[in-house]
């Protein structure tokens, strides 16, 4: 399993690029993912439960419009809650759920017990850039989510191919299967919100963040002596700003 301080370096280093880099990939076939930030109303998180299970299990347990509902347990979003749906493309959103009493339930039983709805995202997987394959996609083995979002400097970006690069090269070279993904914002979040890049390491218990982690020590193998160094003042050079969040798989709340 990836570690902590792999996450570290491989967001920093996928932050690099921003848009421009994501854009030029191959569009015809993607995995993106819609995200909706919600906060509780702490109230009526009973009634906010059973409601968000009917609707979720009625409307979105299979397909494109699947839902998993995850809880922030860290980080400046702690508290909140991710609704996610997916994996899908911008042309399934023409056929989302609406009809079938799905907008009037949505409306009249679920948001009554939410504060807010904090933002709304389209996360693309750079699917050159992140190990997802070894997760089996019919059910969930990694509950836990170990998220890092990076925000990158104006006018900074002409180093990212040697440096994802290097990363994937020393993610490969490391022992034992490292799942993660790495994800684009789909819409501009300009130098304010941020947000541009998040990537994840998925991984089934938080024991997992007590193992001693191989990066370093992989990379220099990798790339030879002087190169950490070299690595990491790059990435000091291009990043104005990141933050982990953990995210916690609710089976109760999502759709499947």
């Given at each position: ?205 938080w024991a997992e963040l007590d193992k001693p982690d191989k ?42």
């Amino acid at each position: 399993m990836i570690k902590r301080t792999i996450s570290l370096f491989l967001m920093v280093a996928i932050s690099f690029g921003l848009m421009p880099t994501i854009k030029a990939q191959d569009n015809s076939s993607y995995t993106m993912y819609e995200s909706v930030i919600l906060t509780p109303d702490n109230t009526k998180l009973k009634a906010l439960g059973e409601a968000m299970t009917k609707h979720n299990k009625k409307y979105h347990a299979n397909g494109p419009y699947k839902v998993s509902v995850y809880n922030i347990t860290t980080g400046p979003n702690a508290g909140k809650m991710v609704w996610e749906m997916g994996p899908l493309k911008f042309s399934d959103l023409d056929g989302r759920p609406a009809q079938g009493g799905h907008d009037e339930d949505w409306r009249d039983n679920v948001m009554p017990n939410i504060k807010k709805m904090n933002t709304v995202e389209y996360w693309k997987e750079m699917s050159k850039l992140s190990n997802t394959g070894m997760l089996d996609p019919n059910k969930v083995t990694h509950p836990l989510l170990n998220i890092r979002y990076h925000e990158v400097n104006k006018g900074k970006g002409s180093n990212i191919n040697r440096l994802l690069k290097q990363i994937n090269e020393t993610v490969k070279a490391m022992d034992g299967e490292n799942p993660y993904g790495v994800y684009s914002n789909e819409f501009q979040q300009g130098y304010t919100i941020g947000r541009h890049i998040a990537t994840v390491n998925f991984m089934k218990n938080w024991a997992e963040l007590d193992k001693p982690d191989k990066f370093k020590e992989t990379f220099i193998k990798v790339h030879g002596d002087g190169s950490w160094q070299a690595f990491l003042d790059g990435m000091s050079n291009t990043f104005s700003n990141s933050w982990d969040e953990i995210w916690e798989y609710s089976p109760k709340l999502s759709g499947k």
